[in-house]
């Protein structure tokens, strides 16, 4: 069967169905091209970026410019996967119109289908402005890593009846405002599935459990290439950094031993034209040996 761009319609009928969404993030062409030729529903352009890839201790100092530009190389990298760009802290809190404008650029400028912005009810107006403009929103409640300090660093959420009630009303007020996917981050397994059966939208979950309508990861936490933390709800299905590091070494002691590189890795140049260049006599100095 030939295979077909995905779309927010394809996804939510896999909510109907029963099936599993896959999402990964990818922040760059071959991260991109690698997930979409394994058939990941789903691309998230995640603000992580600025932890993984930029070496921030946050995702708080990623800026606009260094999202859209992740976002560009993603896109060229994926065909088929439906693709999502993170909007980064401040670029939707301060203003609504500044939001709007800023949420267009990442179709406009960058390819995306749809933007993410963390937040529950309280971005419910932002996200129904967002979406009047014509924009695929994608929610994110429960740890929202923005605003970790404000709740008190990176803590499960929903661990209370109250606090879970919170979690519930807030992916209802997104869904409300029009958002067509949300993310839930860090919450209990029993509130996620609860969440997940009772609004119509896919729950994408991390750290979440598996009752959620689908998982997100993050590309170099799954992929091993990330060593400063690991978080408990990741699972490794390679240690790439490891290897990384191995070759690398690997190429230091070769070239240091001349073993590299090799006959093999080099070009030839024709005997006769060495032997006229080498008696040209515009070469000063000893004559080179091979």
């Known amino acids: 069967m030939t295979r077909k761009k995905m779309t927010i319609l394809a996804l939510h009928q896999k909510k109907a169905r029963g099936e599993p969404i896959t999402m990964v993030t990818a922040y760059d062409y071959p991260g991109a091209q690698a997930a979409d030729r394994a058939a990941i529903d789903c691309l998230l352009v995640g603000d992580s970026m600025g932890m993984v890839v930029l070496g921030y201790d946050s995702t708080v100092p990623v800026t606009m410019e260094e999202m859209l530009h992740h976002c560009r190389a993603v896109r060229r990298g994926a065909q088929y996967a439906y693709t999502i760009g993170d909007m980064p802290f ?41 979406t009047a403009a014509g924009i695929a929103v994608i929610g994110h409640i429960g740890l929202t ?12 959420q929903g661990r209370t009846a109250a606090d879970a009630q919170r979690l519930l009303e807030d992916a209802q007020a997104l869904e409300a405002a029009g958002a067509v996917m949300i993310v839930l ?10 969440i997940s059966g009772r609004v119509r939208v896919p729950i ?54 001349r073993r590299f590189p090799g006959q093999e ?11 006229e260049w080498m008696a040209s006599g515009k070469i000063e100095g000893p004559t080179p040996v091979r």
């Open 90 to 130: 401040m670029s939707y809190q301060a203003d609504r119109s500044e939001a709007i404008r800023n949420a267009g650029r990442f179709l406009k400028e960058a390819g995306m289908d749809a933007v993410k912005l963390e937040g529950g009810r309280e971005m419910a107006g932002t996200v129904a402005a967002i």
């Open 145 to 156: 890593p923005q605003s970790a300090s404000k709740l008190g660093g990176y803590r499960v």
């Open 185 to 194: 981050e860090m919450a209990p397994d029993r509130v996620a599935e609860v």
């Open 204 to 257: 994408i979950g991390i750290g979440a459990g598996p009752g959620c309508d689908g998982q997100v990861l993050v590309l170099h936490d799954l992929l091993g290439m990330f060593d400063r933390f690991i978080p408990r709800f990741v699972k490794r299905y390679a240690e790439l950094f490891g290897e990384m590091e191995r070759a690398l070494a690997s190429y230091r002691d070769d070239v240091a031993g």
């Open 265 to 275: 890795h080099a070009f030839a140049m024709d005997d006769a034209a060495w032997a």
